[in-house]
C-alpha cells in the first residue's frame, strides 16, 4: 500500500503545517504499515507535502487530466530475502503497484521502474529480477515504459530495492471512498489471508519453520475487473490489505467512515498453515500482510452477486463475504465469534513480532 | 504466561536423539524432546506434544481429552451437544493421520 | 487444529456459558483470578467477558513475566548490547518493552545487535554461527520457559561454547501468589491456576492456597472452553463450601508435573535470596539465578553489570493493577500518557498485559451501543 494524500488546490498563503509526528527516530515500526506508519504519513509525510492533513489517505491519488481522471501511485519494495517461495521482489513491485492502481478502480496503463543496487550483488540475481518484472508486468499487461537505476555501496543496501511508479485510466462514474460507505454494507474478501507474510518470516528462516507455503503475489486486476463489470456503482471502496493485514485495513476504513466494522471470525478464510504458524507465534492472520488479496466494500443488495462476480473470476475462487458494516462502534473493527462474543481488532502496532508469552 | 500448542510428532532426527520433528496443522518444526524422552512409555510418531519455545513440555492425553469432551457436553445434556461430540474422535487410525492435521 | 479446535466448539462454548449462569449466585459479587497472562489474552482474544454473567469479575494476576520484570533489569540487559561485539538475544515479547533509554528495538534502531529469537536453542545457535561474537540470551519466563533455558545451558556446556550466556530473569510462579495472598487488600474468592506452568511443577505446590487461605484453585487449559470449564469448577467448590486444587487440564498437566524438566532447573538454577517484581516489590526466594557451576555461561558474572534501580513513573500504578487492587482503566495513565503503542508499563506491552487487553476491551466496551451477534 502506497499512501498518498489526495491532492487539493493549494491556498493563496499555505497555513503552517500542523506537525503531529513526535518520535524522535525512525523505528522499523514506521515502515510496518500499521499505527505507526500512519501517523508518521498523517503527522509528517502529508503535512509537509502539501496533502490536507485529514484528507483520506488511499492507496493511489486520483488527478485530473483534460476531463479524465488518472489514478498515480508508487510503492516501493525491500524485502529480504529477495526470492521466496511463490516470488520474488519483481513480481512484487509490478503486482504492488497494479493492485494499488486497480483497488482505486484503474486499469494500470504504464509503469516507471526505479532499481537501487547494492555494488557486489551478481548480475544474475538482477537477471532473475529483471526477468521477474518483464514476466509480471506482462501478464498484468501493462507496459515498463521507463525507470532509473542507482548503485550505492556495498552494505548500504540490502541487495537491491525496488520502487515502481504506476498510472491508470480510471472508468467515468467510478466513485471509491470511504465516504460512499454505508452501514448494511458488506466486506468481501478475495481470497485466504496472511500466505505472503507468513511465507516471508518463515523463508528468512529466524524462526526455523518449515510448511508448503507460497506468497500470493499476483495482480488482483482481473478479479476487480470482474467485480467492477458486474456490480459498478454498488462498489463502494477497494483496498489491497498488504502490510498491517486485514485488520490495519478496515480499521483505517473505520476510522475514515466514521464507521464500525464487524468480521465474521468463522467466515475468514486462513488456509491450515498460516493458522497452524500463527498459533506457534503467537500471530494474529489479520495483521499479516498480504500481496495478492483485496477487500471490497459492497453495497448489502448486491453482495451475493459481488461474490459470484469474484468467485467466476480467475484467482477468486476462495472469495468470502467476511463482514458487514455498522454504525456503532464507530472507528472501531470487531471480530464475532460464533459463539457470540466479540473481540477488537486494533490496528497492527509496531512489527507483527513472534510472541511466547 | 507461556504460549504452548500441541503438535504432532512426525519424525525422529537420525543421530540427533534430542530432536523430533512436530507438525502443526502443516507446519514443521525440530523441537527438543529432553524433558519427555527418559519417562516411559517411549515416545512415538503420532504422539501428541505440547510445544513451548522450542521444546516438548508434556504428552497430550487422549482419555483425558476424550473425558473432558464428555463432561462439557454433560454439562447441559443437550442433544445437539452430545451429537457434536460424536463428531470427535481423538484417536485416529494410522491410514488417515495425514488429512487431520 | 487437533486438541485446538474441539476446545473452542460454538455449542459447548454457548452450553458451558449457560451453566456457569445458572451456578452463579444472584446477589454475589465473584472475584476470580487467572494468574497467569495466558489466560488474560485467552480471555481478551476469544471475548469471554461477553458469556460471563456480570457478577463474574476477572482480575488479571501477575503470571505474565515481562509485565513484572522491572524497568532497571531491561536497562541491565540492555547496557550488554552497547558492546559491538555482543549479540543480545530476547523473545519478540521482550522486544517493544520500554527501558529508560528505550526498548530494545529502539536499541536495534540506533545500531544495536538485538535480535529476537524464537528458542534459547535459536540464541544457542547463532553462537556457534558466529565464534567471535559473544551471544547473551535475556531469558524471561516462569516454570514453563525455565527448563529450555536449563537445557539450553546444558547443551552450551556440553558443546563447549565460550561465547555463549545467559541474563537470567526467571521467576517463580508460587512466592508471587502468596504475595497477593498475603497483600492486605486481596479480595480474590479463587484462583484459575496457570496450566503451562503447571505442565512443570504439577498440581501440589497450589495446595497450601486451599489448605492455608480456604481458596479454590482449578489449574486450567488455554482454550474457551478450558477456561469456562474451570469456572464451572470453581463455582461448584464454591457452591459447595469446598476450597481444593482441581486439575481442568489434565490432557496436558500431569499431577506431578515434569520429573525432567523439575531435575534440569535444580541442575541449573538455585533460587535468589530475593528479587525485586515490578509493583510487587522485593519478594524472597522468587527467582532463579545461574549455579556456581554454569557460572561461565552467567552473564550477571560475565560482564559488569549496571545493577540499576528503575523506579517506574510515579504516576503509573502498574503495581496495583498486577496485585488486581486496580483495574488498569483506574490508572492515571491509562490510555493517555500509556498506550501500547506508547506504552510507559510493561502491562501495556505484552498482549498478556492486562492493560494492553484492557485497552481494547474497555474502549469497545464504551463505544459499542448494541450486543454484535452473527
Not at chain 3, 262 to 274: G, T
Not at chain 3, 302 to 314: A, S
Request: glycine share 10%; with cysteine; aromatic share 6%.
Amino acid at each position: 500500500m502506497s499512501t498518498v494524500a489526495s491532492p487539493m488546490t493549494a491556498p493563496d498563503v499555505a497555513p503552517p503545517p500542523a506537525i503531529r509526528f513526535r518520535d524522535s527516530q525512525i523505528e522499523m515500526a514506521h515502515g510496518a504499515g500499521g499505527r505507526a506508519s500512519r501517523r508518521l504519513i498523517e503527522g509528517l509525510v502529508a503535512p509537509l507535502l502539501g496533502g490536507p492533513l485529514l484528507a483520506p489517505l488511499t492507496d493511489a491519488a486520483v488527478v485530473e487530466v483534460n476531463g479524465g481522471r488518472l489514478a498515480m501511485t508508487a510503492d516501493s519494495f525491500v524485502v529480504r530475502p529477495l526470492r521466496f517461495p511463490g516470488g520474488s521482489i519483481g513480481d512484487l513491485a509490478v503486482n504492488g503497484t497494479v493492485n494499488d492502481l486497480a483497488v482505486s478502480g484503474a486499469t494500470a496503463v504504464a509503469l516507471l521502474v526505479t532499481l537501487v543496487l547494492e555494488a557486489g550483488l551478481p548480475t544474475s540475481v538482477l537477471e532473475d529480477e529483471l526477468r521477474a518484472i518483464a514476466e509480471a508486468a506482462r501478464r498484468a499487461g501493462v507496459p515498463v515504459v521507463g525507470g532509473d537505476t542507482k548503485v550505492v555501496e556495498h552494505g548500504k543496501a540490502d541487495g537491491m530495492y525496488v520502487t515502481t511508479a504506476g498510472i491508470g485510466a480510471i472508468e467515468p462514474g467510478v466513485r471509491l471512498c470511504a465516504s460512499a460507505v454505508r452501514p448494511g454494507d458488506r466486506v468481501l474478501l478475495s481470497g485466504p489471508i496472511g500466505d505472503h507474510g507468513i511465507t516471508i518470516l518463515l523463508a528468512r528462516g529466524d524462526v526455523d519453520l518449515e510448511a508448503d507455503l507460497r506468497s500470493d503475489t499476483r495482480s488482483v486486476y482481473p478479479m476487480v475487473r470482474a467485480l467492477m463489470q458486474r456490480i459498478g456503482d454498488g462498489v463502494h471502496w477497494m483496498r489491497d490489505p498488504t502490510r498491517g493485514g486485514v485488520a490495519s485495513a478496515l480499521n483505517e476504513l473505520a476510522a475514515d467512515a466514521r464507521l464500525g466494522v464487524v468480521l465474521f471470525e468463522d467466515a475468514l478464510p486462513v488456509r491450515d498453515a498460516v493458522r497452524g504458524a500463527c498459533e506457534l507465534l503467537g500471530l494474529d492472520p489479520l495483521h499479516i500482510a498480504n500481496e495478492g488479496q483485496f477487500l471490497a466494500v459492497v453495497a448489502p443488495e448486491r453482495a451475493e452477486e459481488a461474490l459470484e462476480a469474484v468467485r467466476d473470476a480467475p484467482g477468486g475462487e476462495g472469495a468470502m463475504l467476511v463482514g458487514e458494516v455498522r454504525a456503532e462502534p464507530a472507528r472501531t473493527v470487531l471480530a464475532a465469534s460464533a459463539y457470540g462474543s466479540a473481540r477488537v481488532v486494533d490496528m497492527l502496532v509496531g512489527d507483527p513480532l513472534p510472541r511466547i508469552c | 504466561m507461556c504460549l504452548a500448542i500441541p503438535g504432532k510428532i512426525v519424525e525422529f532426527v537420525v543421530g540427533q536423539p534430542h530432536l523430533a520433528v512436530i507438525e502443526v496443522s502443516g507446519v514443521r518444526r525440530r523441537v527438543n524432546i529432553d524433558l519427555l524422552r527418559d519417562e516411559p512409555p517411549a515416545l512415538a510418531i503420532g504422539d501428541w506434544v505440547l510445544i513451548h519455545v522450542g521444546f516438548a513440555m508434556s504428552r497430550i492425553g487422549v482419555a483425558e481429552a476424550e473425558e473432558q469432551m464428555r463432561l462439557l457436553a454433560m454439562l447441559g445434556e443437550d442433544r445437539l451437544a452430545m451429537e457434536e461430540l460424536e463428531g470427535y474422535r481423538f484417536t485416529e487410525p494410522p491410514a488417515r493421520a495425514e488429512e487431520i492435521a | 487444529m487437533k486438541f485446538v479446535d474441539e476446545f473452542r466448539n460454538p455449542t459447548l462454548i454457548r452450553q458451558a456459558s449457560e451453566e456457569i449462569h445458572r451456578l452463579v449466585e444472584p446477589g454475589h459479587h465473584y472475584r476470580l483470578m487467572e494468574v497467569c497472562g495466558g489466560h488474560t489474552h485467552a480471555i481478551y482474544r476469544f471475548a469471554l467477558e461477553d458469556v460471563l454473567p456480570d457478577n463474574i469479575e476477572l482480575v488479571h494476576g501477575p503470571g505474565c513475566p515481562v509485565c513484572v520484570l522491572p524497568m532497571g533489569r531491561v536497562d541491565d540487559g540492555l547496557s550488554l548490547a552497547r558492546d559491538p561485539n555482543v549479540i543480545l538475544t530476547a523473545f519478540g515479547d521482550m522486544m517493544r518493552v520500554p527501558g529508560r533509554n528505550g526498548s530494545p528495538l529502539e536499541h536495534k534502531a540506533r545500531g544495536a545487535d538485538v535480535r529476537m529469537v524464537y528458542s534459547p536453542l535459536d540464541a544457542l545457535k547463532l553462537a556457534e554461527q558466529h565464534p567471535d561474537r559473544d551471544v547473551v540470551f535475556f531469558a524471561i519466563g516462569f516454570e514453563t520457559t525455565a527448563p529450555s533455558t536449563a537445557l539450553t545451558l546444558q547443551r552450551a556446556r556440553m558443546l563447549g561454547l565460550e561465547n555463549f550466556s545467559v541474563f537470567c530473569n526467571h521467576v517463580t510462579i508460587i512466592p508471587a501468589i502468596r504475595a497477593i495472598l498475603d497483600s492486605p487488600d486481596m479480595r480474590v474468592e479463587a484462583f484459575i491456576g496457570p496450566g503451562h506452568v503447571s505442565t512443570v511443577i504439577g498440581c501440589r505446590p497450589y495446595e497450601f492456597i486451599c489448605r492455608d487461605y480456604g481458596k479454590p484453585l482449578v489449574t486450567s487449559g488455554f482454550e474457551p472452553l478450558d477456561v469456562l470449564q474451570s469456572i464451572v469448577m470453581i463455582l461448584r467448590q464454591l457452591r459447595d463450601g469446598r476450597a481444593c486444587v482441581e486439575n481442568q487440564y489434565a490432557r496436558v498437566v500431569p499431577w506431578e508435573g515434569n520429573r525432567p524438566a523439575l531435575r534440569a532447573m535444580a541442575e541449573v538454577f538455585e533460587l535468589r535470596p530475593f528479587f525485586e517484581w515490578r509493583g510487587l516489590g522485593f519478594i524472597s526466594q522468587s527467582a532463579l539465578a545461574i549455579r556456581e557451576e554454569f557460572a561461565e555461561f552467567d552473564a550477571e558474572r560475565r560482564f559488569r553489570m549496571p545493577g540499576v534501580r528503575v523506579t517506574d513513573p510515579k504516576a503509573a500504578q502498574c503495581g496495583e493493577v498486577l496485585k488486581g487492587v486496580l483495574k488498569p482503566h483506574q490508572c492515571k495513565l491509562f490510555g493517555r500518557e500509556c498506550t501500547p503503542e506508547h506504552p510507559v508499563g510493561a502491562l501495556m506491552v505484552s498482549s498478556e498485559g492486562a492493560c494492553a487487553a484492557y485497552y481494547n476491551f474497555a474502549l469497545r466496551k464504551s463505544a459499542a451501543a448494541e450486543p454484535v451477534g452473527v
